[in-house]
């Protein structure tokens, strides 16, 4: 669903006023420079994804203009080929000069995650905002797989912030949902967690898989009220200690510093273990009827639970992004490394996953902690929370 541009904006160095018009038709085309990969060329993807047009930007004169607009020059815009160019700018501000070839970060998934984007591109009531290497959308991703509500999966350049995106996340962050209300504007959602918990309720409501302990049919409320305690719980110390680790460990330059990181995340992630190990014999040893559910995979005969796909994305970023670029392995028990094993190979988690290269070409300025990579990268480096 295409929507008209708003008629003023905030640009980074200032208030805009823009007025929609006609595409030109013969702007030069050159994205060398721009380092967002698509199937043609990142930038053309990134005004197409709003205006429906293939219109791209002349990157020479964007790369003069993003300069000026750095040191707070161009202050104001008020045409159609100003306003594409400063909306093009604002992804490549975000980014350190492009090294000749380097990709920075890819537009569109690849591997098994294409298919499955592929596969959910009609028209339906949910609307996923994805960015292929975005673990916290593969959060929400996993999850709508598995609980098999019908959904559309668009990509978007999240560096691009296309319009629409802001409508439905005020950050210009993914995962975005936006709700495609048959007689009524559109809703928006945003913040992976909340609309994790939202597509859990909506997959309780009909009667589709859940990762929570279900509450239908309990054999005991009392038990199933703790045990879904426990798993979010557990979700919540993935997202307030390991996932934090994880940029700390993955953004720290100095060798020291990055001992440092990979021993946080070694922590973080030996403290989840045994809290869920100890659940999980909690659970053997306590409950007239044992209801694994709490812990997900981690059960070794479990199904999919919350807190498996809190932390998948990121687990799996292990295996590769963190393997590549700090050398680093999960400190794994033989009940951890069984829980992997079954996580990272579940059907629902293989659809959402694109190829190593994908990640590994994407992670780089977070290896690197190259100027303004992203938002979450810039919260690392204050030491703030997470966006
Ligand atoms: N707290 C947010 C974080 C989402 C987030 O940071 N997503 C990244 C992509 S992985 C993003 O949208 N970045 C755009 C930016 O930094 O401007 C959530 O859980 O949904």
Same mark, same amino acid.
């Given at each position: ?5 708003s ?36 930038l ?22 993003a ?9 104001c815009?008020d045409d ?16 350190s ?8 970060y890819h ?10 984007a ?10 996923l905002?994805?960015?292929p ?5 593969q ?5 709508l ?13 999240v ?6 995106l ?24 945003a913040?992976?967690?909340v ?6 309720e ?53 060798? =020291? &510093? ?5 021993k $946080?995340l070694?922590?973080?992630f030996?403290?989840? +273990? *045994?809290?869920? !190990?100890k ?10 009827k ?10 070794p ?5 919350y807190?498996d ?21 999960l ?24 190829? =190593? &290269?994908?990640?590994?070409d994407?992670? $780089?300025?977070y ?5 303004? +990579? *992203?938002?979450v !990268? ?5 030491g703030?929370?997470l966006?």
């Amino acid at each position: 669903m295409q929507r008209a541009w708003s008629t003023s904006r905030q640009a980074t160095q200032g208030t805009l006023s823009c007025v929609k018009g006609q595409a030109p038709s013969s702007m030069s085309v050159s994205t060398a420079k721009i380092r967002s990969v698509g199937s043609a060329s990142g930038l053309a993807h990134a005004n197409a994804a709003y205006t429906g047009s293939e219109t791209a930007c002349n990157t020479s004169d964007l790369t003069r203009k993003a300069t000026r607009a750095i040191n707070g020059e161009i202050a104001c815009q008020d045409d159609w080929q100003g306003v594409e160019q400063l909306r093009c700018m604002s992804a490549q501000q975000r980014f350190s000069v492009a090294k000749e070839g380097q990709v920075d970060y890819h537009r569109f998934a690849d591997g098994q995650a294409a298919q499955t984007a592929k596969s959910h591109s009609g028209a339906e009531y949910i609307t996923l905002f994805s960015s292929p290497f975005c673990p916290f959308v593969q959060r929400a991703w996993v999850s709508l797989e598995h609980s098999g509500l019908p959904y559309h999966l668009t990509e978007v350049d999240v560096y691009a912030k296309p319009d629409e995106l802001m409508q439905v996340s005020p950050r210009g962050l993914v995962p975005a949902v936006r709700l495609n209300e048959p007689d009524g504007p559109p809703r928006g959602i945003a913040e992976s967690t909340v609309i994790l918990d939202y597509f859990e309720e909506t997959a309780a409501a009909a009667g589709k898989p859940t990762l929570l302990p279900a509450l239908l049919n309990a054999h005991s409320i009392n038990d199933v009220l703790y045990q879904r305690s426990v798993a979010r719980f557990a979700a919540d110390q993935v997202n307030r200690h390991f996932i934090p680790a994880f940029y700390r460990a993955l953004q720290a330059q100095e060798p =020291e &510093k990055q001992t440092e990181g990979r021993k $946080a995340l070694s922590e973080a992630f030996e403290k989840l +273990t *045994s809290m869920l !190990a100890k659940a999980y014999k909690d659970e053997q040893d306590a409950m007239t009827k044992p209801d694994m559910s709490a812990v997900g995979l981690y059960a070794p005969n479990g199904t999919l639970g919350y807190v498996d796909v809190h932390i998948v994305p990121w687990v799996f970023r292990c295996t590769n992004v963190m393997k590549h670029y700090r050398d680093f392995t999960l400190p794994c028990d033989d009940a951890a490394k069984s829980w992997l094993d079954r996580l990272l190979s579940h059907k629902s988690v293989l659809a959402t996953c694109s190829s =190593e &290269k994908l990640y590994l070409d994407s992670y $780089a300025r977070y290896a690197e902690n190259r100027p303004n +990579t *992203s938002q979450v !990268a810039n919260s690392t480096n204050a030491g703030s929370g997470l966006p």
